[in-house]
Structure formats: structure tokens, C-alpha cells
């Protein structure tokens, strides 16, 4: 049972960065594919980020290419998201996720473990 803790999130102004960051319990971490979601209120948790056990594959959804990056420091079993030009539109929880993924990285139900949260709040 992988246990995962995102922490990092706050309340920043349109234009500010943040980064997120994610620590698994697991000594296993490395052999797990790992993401980043967001849900707003009243919304689909949606796919924003995934990086894959082999560093330097990662995936993005459109609204986070070219702002966020995602990375893992396998040695410390933390993965991370790192979020530049933050919009009002970014305001959410941001979840991290692990799973044994090989394809569609952007699917919710391809992930095993999920953590707790993490609110993110971008105000204009």
C-alpha cells in the first residue's frame, strides 16, 4: 500500500509560481508511474501531468504544457510539480497519484493510489 502526501499548495496571485511536491511512503516508489490531477469545484478531477518510471518521459495535458513541469527525484520518493504563469483557471485541488501505468497516462482509473490533496487558489 503506497501512501502519498502532496504538500505545497497556498494561495498566490495570477502570474506567480508554485511548486508541488508529493512524498511516497513507498521504497517502491520508482517502479510507479506518477501523476499530478485537479479537481475545481463542481468538476471532473481532470488530468494535468504525468511522468513515467523512466525519468525524462512525461506527458502533459494542453493547459499545462508550457507552464508546468513535472519531475521525480526517485531517491527521495517525491515527484513534483512545478507550476509557472499560474492563471485564476489553475484554482483547485491538486492531487497526486501512482500506478503501474504503461499507456494513457491521462486516465483517473489507471492509477492505484491517490493522495489527499492539495488546494492551489489563484486569485486575479
Known amino acids: 500500500q503506497v501512501q502519498l502526501v502532496e504538500s505545497g499548495g497556498g494561495l498566490v496571485q495570477a502570474g506567480d509560481s508554485l511548486r508541488l511536491s508529493c512524498a511516497a511512503s513507498?521504497?517502491?516508489?520508482?517502479?510507479?508511474?506518477m501523476a499530478w490531477f485537479r479537481q475545481a469545484p463542481g468538476k471532473e478531477r481532470d488530468f494535468v501531468a504525468a511522468?513515467?518510471?523512466?525519468?525524462?518521459?512525461?506527458y502533459y495535458a494542453d493547459s499545462a504544457k508550457g507552464r508546468f513541469t513535472i519531475s521525480r527525484d526517485n531517491a527521495k520518493n517525491t515527484v513534483y510539480l512545478q507550476m509557472n504563469s499560474l492563471k485564476p483557471e489553475d484554482t483547485a485541488v491538486y492531487y497526486c497519484?501512482?500506478?503501474?501505468?504503461?499507456?494513457?497516462?491521462?486516465?483517473?482509473?489507471?492509477?492505484?493510489?491517490w493522495g489527499q490533496g492539495t488546494q492551489v487558489t489563484v486569485s486575479a
Open positions: 497519484a501512482a500506478g503501474n501505468v504503461y499507456r494513457n497516462y491521462d486516465a483517473r482509473d489507471k492509477y492505484d493510489y
Open positions: 513507498e521504497r517502491t516508489f520508482s517502479f510507479y508511474a
Open positions: 511522468i513515467r518510471r523512466v525519468v525524462g518521459s512525461t
